[in-house]
């Protein structure tokens, strides 16, 4: 009797640790996730301004282009003929 006394309250110990190390890893799962949703909000807001600016730059290259190539493509100057020509 004595016996089954001992391992009943050996089985209730580790039953109780067991319960502590069951809350301690859904304490750390829950602040895992915490930082897993604040990495994940700061990677998306990186994301969309990394597009907005090579949007930005796409468009400041079409530009820079077109003006160059209205540059360079302009007709010169008519002359006007003389009576000699």
């Known amino acids: ?3 089954a006394k001992a391992g009943m309250s050996a089985l209730l110990g580790d039953m109780s640790s067991l319960k502590d190390g069951i809350k301690d ?8 996730t915490e930082q897993h ?8 807001e990186f994301m969309t301004s990394d597009t907005a600016a090579k949007e ?12 160059c190539r209205l540059k360079h493509s302009r ?3 008519k002359r006007e003929l003389s009576a000699q020509e």
């Open 25 to 32: 890893l859904d304490n750390s799962v829950a602040e895992a």
């Open 1 to 3: 009797m004595e016996d």
């Open 37 to 44: 949703k604040s990495g994940s909000e700061e990677f998306i």
């Open 75 to 77: 007709p010169s100057p």
């Open 56 to 67: 930005l730059l796409q468009l400041a290259k079409n530009r820079l282009n077109n003006f």
